[in-house]
């Protein structure tokens, strides 16, 4: 791809977007948050502009990235969700069908309800929240109706450093850099990180091959909230310094509000049946993620 268009690029996964593409093609990247110089305004509901952008930058490829991430807000929003992770993925899909271009979406691993111990590309989604719903419709509005197309879902999310990371590893290390020496932590919320670099890395390998469809794209390994957070606290060298104390999902009901599936661990079976499954495991990529983007960051 010598051309490339990225909307909704100014966040977690869009750091890590620009920074794997941008030395290989040609970019466009917009927002509406645009925090980087290589960073353009486009609000992606507003169709006719989203139209006129991406045909005036004639990509070979669009990238839908951008979404509202903060479940509690889109819980309290929904009309605001529907119009931003549903109705404007189905403008990208309008828009890349009308270029015959292939179109990027990112799905998430919460669109499951939980009682699985672990999901696979096939298994059926039953999505609990706003959040989860608009998204998983947007999932399937990409499936039905784009042309060419690759839905990857991401896990939890890891990336962006202390700037624009906006979860669960940015939330333990504001905790740590404020030099909490406790730390309350759900036991009940089990899940699989997604570095962001490991995934535009896999998504650019699925590009390169044009293998077309839907994979999930997690980090190798399960696990859940208390395991991540004991390893950020080990791999700060903090170990013995800091305790974590396990909580029920109730502690935090006032705060965390929107429903949550138990359990959301994804595995990668296509990947891995493609043998294309660059994806690391996750405490591999949790060390490099603390190592590049928080060095320093706890010093006093
Ligand atoms: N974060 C996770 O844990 C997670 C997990 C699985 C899948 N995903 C998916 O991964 C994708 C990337 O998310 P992320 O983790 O990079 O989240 P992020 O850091 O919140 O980035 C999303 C970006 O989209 C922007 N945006 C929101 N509404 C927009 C609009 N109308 N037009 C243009 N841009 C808009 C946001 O701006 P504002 O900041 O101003 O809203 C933000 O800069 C999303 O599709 C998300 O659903 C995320």
Redesign the pocket.
């Known amino acids: 791809m010598d051309r490339m268009y990225i ?2 690029c ?5 750091q890590a977007f620009y920074e794997e593409f941008s030395q290989r093609a040609e970019l466009r990247c ?4 645009v925090n980087e110089e290589w960073l353009d305004y ?4 507003e169709f006719e502009r989203y139209r006129a952008d991406v045909r005036a930058a004639a990509p070979e490829c669009l990238v839908h ?5 903060d479940l509690e807000y889109c819980e309290l929003h929904p009309d605001e969700t529907y119009a ?2 549903t109705m ?1 993925v189905e403008n990208a899909v309008y828009i890349a069908n009308e270029l015959g271009i292939p179109l990027v979406y ?5 669109i499951f309800d939980g009682r699985q111990e672990v999901y696979d590309d096939w298994d059926r989604p039953n999505p609990l929240g706003v959040y989860a719903r608009a ?1 998983w419709a947007g999932e399937e509005f990409v499936k039905h109706n784009a042309q060419t197309y690759l839905v990857c ?5 890891m990336g ?1 450093g202390p700037r ?1 990371d ?2 669960f590893v940015q939330k333990i290390m504001a905790q740590l850099r404020g030099g909490a020496s406790e730390l309350a932590v759900v036991d009940d919320k089990l899940g699989t990180p ?1 570095y ?1 670099r490991d995934f535009a890395r896999n998504v650019r390998l699925l590009l390169e091959r044009r293998w077309w469809g839907l994979y999930n794209m997690v980090c190798q390994g399960l696990t859940g909230r208390l395991e991540v957070a004991q390893a950020i606290v080990d791999e700060s060298g903090l170990g013995g310094r800091v305790t974590i104390h396990p909580v029920g999902s109730d502690y935090f009901a006032d705060s965390y509000f929107a429903p949550r599936p138990d359990c959301e661990r994804l595995i990668n079976r296509k990947l891995a049946l493609r043998g294309l499954d660059a994806m690391r495991p996750w405490r591999e990529a949790l060390a490099d993620y603390l190592r590049t983007d928080y060095e320093g960051y706890l010093l006093p």
């Open positions: 909307a909704g100014g966040g977690m996964l869009g917009t927002d509406i948050d486009l609000d992606f509901r990235l951008g979404a509202l991430t931003t992770n404007a990112v799905g998430t691993a919460g998204k879902r991401a896990g939890w999310m962006g624009k906006k979860k997604t962001t």
